[in-house]
Structure formats: structure tokens, C-alpha cells
């Protein structure tokens, strides 16, 4: 099979089409979308070699559950012993022996095939068409925001960064609280937000310090967080969703004086993702720049990384 590889530097080769372990599928990928993550991955984050992605749609080519065979599907990304500690407390996102696909110990979505646990496949509502579908993983992101904090419909909101993740986690929170603002730097992303009527801001524009309740960062830059400690009011909440290699440093002394809570924030729920994108209460379509074929993977990644790219989308 073709694979869109990374060792040190990405490029187009064939692979052995992977074999499903007990309790997996292997999945025909149809369309696949490029990610922040996978853009870090190539500047030394994680220390990852291997085929890239983990945003994707595809249908079942094989399985033990007759059930999910021939489906349409997108899959969680993380891959849990289930025996450790941590997944006996019932958090196996944060499995010890965990692979992550595409990301950590297991070839990823850049592939015409790939193989996952069946637990982690979703099937994909047939009003759902493939390119909507790819977004259901960073949507995911989004909404584990409201699992882990409560937010009510006073809470004054700022997230930073108007990238891809930066628009699905606006669109989420908007509908908790419309005290929310959305900041970045390309008037033309915001726009894109101006369009569903949800507020933004120039990053330029001058603002209010220690105003918001929640501030969110999702940047995709190591300056976002040294930005949300000035903008998140006194014990207020700081969610981080940025992965960088770059390492951060910061005055750890401002948090510890204002009680501020800052909050990771990683993989999120699928179900109301697809939910929310089978609804259009969550729209995407306006993010979708290029659909580039796979035997042109690294020009994809090359587009990727272009101020006027927003999502890019692999077509195997």
C-alpha cells in the first residue's frame, strides 16, 4: 500500500497493507486531514517516525464484529491496554501503555489502509459525506472542553487562536455562553467566524487583562500561554489545547499568585462530534482549503503550512 512515512523527513512509500491484531479492523482510508499536530510531529514532537495522520474516514475491509464490516467509520485515536492502573480508573486516554495513532507507537491515517481496536470506530451517519466526517476528531477536542469544566452562560470566554481548532472549540463554547471572544491573527479566518455571528478580535486590537473566566489556548504557538495568564481574571480557568515541540518556559509565580486553574485538555468525545456535524450545529465546510491525493502527500504537508491554508484534506 502507499504511506505518506515519516523519518525525519516525509515521503510517499509502499508499505505492507498492516494486519489486524485480535479485537482490530482494518480500515480503507478514504479521505484523511492534516493537523497541527502532525505539522509539530515533523519538527521533533513526540520523537514519532512512522505514517503520519489521525483525522480520518474510512470503511471497514475486515473485522471480527460482522456488525461494523463494510461500514463507513472514524476512529478514536488512542489505544488502551486496558490492564494498567490507569485504565482500571476508567481513563484509558491516558493509558501507560498506550499507542496513539499516527502520533505514538502506531502508523497513522496517511496510508490507504490502517488498522484500529473496533472499540474505537464510530460508524458515520450516511447524511455525513467523507470531507465533513474527517472533522470529527479535532471536533471531539472541542467538546471535551465542557466535560471537564462547567461553563455557564454568564462565563466571560476568550479563546486564542482562530486555526482549525480554534474555530470548532468557538463554535462549541458558543453555545454555552455569547460572552465569548474569538482572537487571531488572519482577518481572514475570523471572518470565517464573523460569518456564524460569533464575536472575534485582531490579536493587534488592545484588551481588557484579567477580565475573562475562561480563557482558552489553542494558538499552536508557545507564546499563547504567557498571553491567557494575562488575559484569565484572578482564580479564573486556563484550558492549554496547544502541542508544540518547541519548550515553554513561563513565571510560574503569576498562576500561583492569582489561583489561576490551567486545565490540559486533549481527546474528546465522539458521539456528540458526530452528532453536531450530522446536525450542522457545528459547520466546517468553510475550512476546507485543498484536497490533495495521497501520491502528492508531501505537497499536502508542504500546503499545509501556508498562511492562506486552512484544512487540508489527503484523498487516498
Known sequence: MKALYFDGEAQVID?????????????????????????????????????????????????????????????????????????????????????????????????????????NLHIVPDTVSDEIAVFTEPLAAAFRIPEQIEIASTDRIVILGAGKLGQLIAQVLYTHSKNLLCIGKNQ??????????????????????????????????????????????????IVLKTTVAHPTAFDLSVPVINEVRVLGSRCGPFRPALDALAMGTVEVGAMITDTIELKDGVRALERATQPDSFKIMIEM
Not at 473566566?213 to 480557568?237: C, H, N
Request: charged fraction near 25%; aromatic fraction near 6%.
Open 188 to 237: 481572514w479566518k475570523l471572518e470565517v467566524l464573523k460569518h456564524l455571528q460569533i464575536p472575534t478580535a485582531h490579536v493587534d486590537e488592545p484588551r481588557e487583562r484579567g477580565a475573562a473566566d475562561i480563557v482558552v489556548e489553542s494558538t499552536g504557538s508557545y507564546g499563547g500561554f504567557p498571553r491567557a495568564l494575562e488575559l484569565v481574571r484572578p482564580e479564573g480557568t
Open 15 to 119: 508499505l505492507p497493507t498492516p494486519s489486524p491484531a485480535k479485537g482490530e479492523a482494518l480500515i480503507r482510508i478514504l479521505k484523511a486531514g492534516i493537523c497541527n499536530t502532525d505539522l509539530e510531529i515533523m519538527k521533533g514532537y513526540m520523537g514519532f517516525r512512522g505514517v503520519l495522520g489521525h483525522e480520518f474516514v474510512g470503511v471497514v475491509e475486515e473485522c471480527e464484529n460482522s456488525f461494523l464490516q463494510g461500514k463507513r467509520v472514524v476512529g478514536e485515536i488512542n489505544c488502551a491496554c486496558h490492564t494498567c492502573p490507569i485504565c482500571r480508573m476508567e481513563l484509558p486516554h491516558h493509558c501507560t501503555n498506550r499507542t496513539v495513532l499516527g502520533i505514538q507507537g502506531r502508523n497513522g491515517a496517511f496510508a490507504e489502509f490502517v488498522t484500529l481496536p473496533e472499540q
